[in-house]
């Protein structure tokens, strides 16, 4: 079954640089949710969209930025990037309404900032 | 917003033997109970979930409890074997179910299971 696909898997960054990863949810998923987990760390909510709205802001910072095209894939744009971005990234869909709240998590990308 | 506790932070147990993981839960809307299960390197993945209008759920050597009172939630893995080995989140969240939007799980901060052969 196909599942949540991330892109790149890897990604290094220079501080201050700019970033962007994407999400390619689940087929007829209508709900895409990003979360940063740093090294021993548990995930943290960062956004989530619904049908193209955001529809839950987590922890955020506002260097980021992120929203969820037509084809219901999503990107998360990270600006002036920090020492302190550098984590897993993963992507999460699901679809609203189904009888299961379940999310389901993509393989992760993983920033590193030098 | 939401603040899920989980203990213990790490577990070692013979395999064979059980474990049991214990969060809890702050906001008395939560109505949805999951728990994650996450290799190295790889992303969280589903292994049971429980909503607030059940109290246990079981699949295999797998079940969850649910205290709402207590907001509380534990994890039982019995028969454990060197597979189970990971580490374990578990999380709270709002389900909406009819549709408009969907808020974001808070996690625990995991527990890292180890099997002893």
């Known amino acids: 079954a196909a599942g949540v696909i991330q892109s790149p898997r890897h990604l290094i960054k220079e501080k201050r640089e700019t970033a962007t990863l994407k999400c390619y949810p689940i087929p007829r998923h209508d709900t895409v949710y990003w979360y940063q987990q740093g090294p021993g760390q548990d995930p943290q909510f960062l956004i989530s969209f619904y049908e193209k709205m955001q529809s839950d802001k987590g922890s955020i910072p506002d260097r980021f930025s992120a929203q969820q095209f037509s084809d219901y894939h999503s990107e998360l744009n990270m600006s002036s990037l920090e020492l302190g971005d550098s984590a897993l990234y993963f992507c999460?869909?699901?679809?609203?309404?189904?009888?299961?709240?379940?999310?389901?998590f993509g393989e992760g990308s993983r920033l590193t900032v030098l | 917003g939401e603040n899920v506790e989980q203990h213990p932070s790490t577990l070692s147990v013979q395999e064979g033997d059980s474990a049991v993981i214990k969060c809890t839960y702050s906001?008395?809307?939560?109505?949805?109970f999951p728990w994650y299960k996450q290799e190295l390197g790889k992303g969280p993945q589903l292994i049971i979930d429980?909503?607030?209008?059940?109290g246990e759920k079981k699949d295999q050597r797998i079940a969850v409890t649910l205290n709402k009172t207590a907001k509380h939630f534990s994890l039982h893995i019995t028969e454990t074997q060197p597979e189970d080995s990971a580490v374990y989140f578990c999380?709270?969240?709002?389900?909406?179910?009819?549709?408009?939007?969907?808020?974001?799980?808070?996690f625990g901060k995991g527990t890292h299971l180890i099997i002893q052969p």
């Open positions: 999460a869909s699901s679809l609203e309404g189904a009888d299961t709240g379940e999310l389901f």
């Open positions: 906001d008395s809307a939560s109505n949805y």
């Open positions: 429980i909503r607030s209008n059940v």
């Open positions: 999380a709270a969240s709002v389900t909406m179910y009819s549709g408009g939007g969907a808020d974001g799980l808070t």
